[in-house]
């Protein structure tokens, strides 16, 4: 009812539209509209009204819950089913655990706020409530174990795509899974899977995106590396559009993937890149290689010639350029 509602002002924005109107709409009486209205009230939603006019919407909540994502979700399946938090320690765990219980492909859990989201390496990802973005898609695509890294770069393509539509601005990807803006990391991506040795069950896919927060909202350690869609654009991001508009960049590249390979994604990948080219470090656990990076394999996996001239294949690193 909420989406529906939504829905109704969403298509008048900007304007009256009658209790009469609404309650037709929606097939309900002229008090359940009212209650829907309080409803959407207590949940943050600015909404005025005027005698023989009716209602209208004046600010947005700026929520994530399914009705409002769903409000703007264009999709076949991707994000169709949504498990949402006010608050989880990481999405990445009840995401895992829907996936081990059988979960189908294109489900997502999303929070508003991460208590202990986490990076790669079990490094620490700070997600603040009501500002940024924190969601793990669950997929299901038969591929042996090796070719995931390609859903990491896939999804760069994804986050990119739907950022430049719904706000004009344009990111550049680092290799393998952050994708910056200015220089400054705006988004972390985080894939990881449930798969026997040579097929995989569940591709987990992890966003985590800065989205309205300012320069203060950022604590020490990550205020000088990090920047927010908002920061950069002087605005504040509606978040359920840009979810939706994630989700439907997402769901026609995996298709595009999963029937013709990742020769149609890797153009695009290229496109935005800015770690193959030019001379990077690539910091691993226990190594350290400086020299040039070539390109990206067709597995997702980054060559770096050596000032010797030999081609290392680097398949997990921090790349400093
Ligand atoms: C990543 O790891 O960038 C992957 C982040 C994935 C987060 C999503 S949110 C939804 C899902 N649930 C989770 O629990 N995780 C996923 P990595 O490349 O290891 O980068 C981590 C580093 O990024 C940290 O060590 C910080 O330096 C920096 N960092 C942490 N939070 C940040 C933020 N909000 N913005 C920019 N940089 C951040």
């Known amino acids: ?17 009658s209790g009469e109107k609404i309650s037709q709409e929606l097939g309900c009486s002229r008090t359940a509209v009212w ?82 989201g986490r990076g790669r390496l079990g490094r620490v990802w ?19 174990p090796q070719k995931t890294p390609q859903i990491t770069l896939l999804a760069a393509v994804a986050v990119v795509r739907a950022i430049k539509k719904n706000t004009g601005l344009t990111c550049e990807i680092k290799w393998p899974n952050d994708i910056l803006l200015n220089g400054k990391k705006l988004v972390g991506i985080l894939t990881e899977m449930q798969a026997d040795p040579d097929l995989v069950h569940s591709v987990i896919v992890g966003i985590g995106l800065n989205v309205n927060q300012q320069k203060e909202d950022f604590g020490e350690d990550i205020e000088e590396i990090a920047t927010s869609l908002s920061i950069a654009g002087g605005k504040t991001i509606d978040r359920a559009r840009l979810i939706a508009d994630i989700l439907s960049e997402f769901e026609w590249l995996y298709e595009e993937y999963l029937s013709k390979g990742f020769s149609t994604i890797r153009p695009m990948w290229e496109a935005y890149s800015i ?6 470090y690539a910091r691993m656990i226990k190594d350290v290689i400086y020299g ?12 770096v010639e050596d000032e010797h001239g030999k081609v290392h294949s680097i398949y997990s690193a921090d790349i400093e350029i």
């Open 1 to 17: 009812m909420k989406e529906k509602l939504l829905k109704i002002f969403l298509e008048h924005e900007g304007e009256y539209v």
């Open 35 to 116: 209650k829907h209205i309080e409803e959407l009230r207590k949940n943050g939603y600015k909404l005025d009204s005027a005698p023989r006019k009716g209602y209208r919407m004046v600010t947005k909540a700026n929520g994530i819950h399914s009705h409002e994502i769903k409000q703007y979700l264009k999709t076949n399946y991707l994000g169709q089913e949504l498990t949402y938090y006010d608050a989880i320690d990481s999405t990445q765990y009840a995401a895992h655990k829907l996936a081990q219980e059988g979960i189908g492909e294109g489900h997502v859990v999303i929070a508003n706020e991460q208590t202990a």
């Open 126 to 144: 700070h997600s603040r409530s009501d500002t940024s973005i924190s969601m793990s898609l669950i997929l299901r695509p038969t591929l042996p």
């Open 275 to 280: 770690s193959v080219g030019t001379y990077i």
């Open 292 to 303: 040039y990076a070539k390109g990206i394999t067709d597995d997702g996996v980054l060559l």
